[in-house]
């Protein structure tokens, strides 16, 4: 859905204009198509991460960075992330330096490789993740969560979880851990079990400093997922062994989740070139009767969409009438959104 309109409809490329005659951001989230909405998606998403840790009394609670990894359907190449660090032989027998970095992700051996595997796990990631999150409270009952679904080279979903639970009961990390480690689910398409793989992790982090880097890692994990499939994600550093590795991911997710006679390229299903994911890149858990939902201010997307109307019909009006309570609300959110959004690209200088 598009967005309401904004206070600064110019920065979006794409902007367009309803019956009505206002002006609607055309709402992307993929910074190649419009640099404007995906910045303002990115920071309405940060801003909901940062508020379900500092607008209440921290002390009472404990906040861990939980990272889940899909498990290995085939080796592929070890190739480092940045120089300077520890060399691992890889697979294939060489030690590869940052300039193989086109061999990120890329199978040892493209023909053993299990693709429509690694599609299914795709698929039911989100399944997987649901009951990973039920279990979690059964046994945490106050956790809440923030998700972000980021693509690894090989072309795999890979999730980082904000966890928060009341203090009275919070776990050590490796609890938490082992919890969410050995969490299954059945595939609602073919009963086939579902697993996370052996890298899980689970660190714990303090509300202060140490809170705004692991927020700020988040929101780098948020440009990255923006770029939404791990092809465009490589940024150009795609070799033609990824892009063929990448393709045959792509026909396999074409085969099994679309139709056989699907176009590449003329197909509207995204599916294909998600490999076979339809979940959202972000989400966070949401307030109910019972629960707080992962923000305490109860921030989502939509209340960010309303605040921003309401600033920009303020500015329109002259002599506006005297504010409701719900608009005196919604201008105090604006203003709240606005400092964060200060906040946000103050943290984006950090280390
Ligand atoms: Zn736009
Ligand atoms: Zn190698
Ligand atoms: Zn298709």
Redesign the pocket.
């Known amino acids: 859905m598009a967005d309401a309109p904004d206070a600064l409809p110019r920065g979006c490329v794409r902007a367009f204009k309803t019956k009505s005659g206002q002006f609607v951001r055309c709402g992307s989230r993929v910074r190649s198509s419009c640099p404007s909405c995906a910045e303002l998606y990115r920071g309405d998403w940060a801003a909901i991460a940062r508020s379900g840790v500092f607008d209440a009394r921290v002390e009472r609670f404990r906040f861990y960075l939980l990272t889940l990894t899909a498990p290995s359907f085939g080796r592929v190449h070890r190739v480092p992330r940045s120089a300077g660090g520890r060399l691992k032989r890889c697979g294939c027998g060489s030690t590869h330096g940052a300039a193989d970095a086109g061999l990120r992700g890329v199978p040892l051996d493209p023909s053993r490789y299990d693709y429509a595997g690694q599609v299914a796990w795709n698929r039911d990631a989100g399944v997987l993740w649901d009951r990973t999150r039920r279990r979690l409270r059964d046994r945490w009952v106050t956790g809440e969560f923030f998700l972000v679904r980021e693509w690894q080279d090989r072309g795999v979903l890979h999730l980082h979880v904000l966890v928060r639970v009341a203090r009275e009961e919070a776990p050590d990390a490796r609890a938490l851990r082992e919890a969410a480690r050995t969490a299954e689910a059945a595939s609602p398409v073919d009963g086939t079990i579902v697993a996370w793989g052996e890298q899980v992790d689970a660190k714990v982090f303090r509300a202060d400093g140490d809170a705004a880097r692991t927020i700020w890692y988040l929101s780098k994990a948020l440009n990255y997922v923006m770029k939404d499939t791990a092809l465009a994600a490589m940024d150009g550093r795609g070799s033609n062994l990824a892009w063929v590795h990448l393709t045959e991911l792509g026909r396999a997710a074409?085969m099994m989740r679309?139709?056989v006679d699907?176009v590449p390229g003329e197909?509207p299903?995204r599916?294909?070139d998600r490999y076979g994911s339809r979940s959202h890149v972000v989400s966070a858990s949401r307030q109910t009767l019972t629960r707080s939902g992962w923000s305490f201010s109860g921030l989502t997307r939509g209340r960010q969409r309303l605040a921003r109307a309401a600033w920009a019909q303020a500015q329109e009006t002259k002599e506006p009438a005297p504010p409701s309570g719900e608009q005196q609300q919604d201008a105090r959110a604006a203003l709240v959104l606005l400092t964060r959004r200060i906040d946000v690209a103050r943290m984006a200088v950090l280390p």
């Open positions: 074409r679309c139709s699907c197909c299903s599916v294909h």
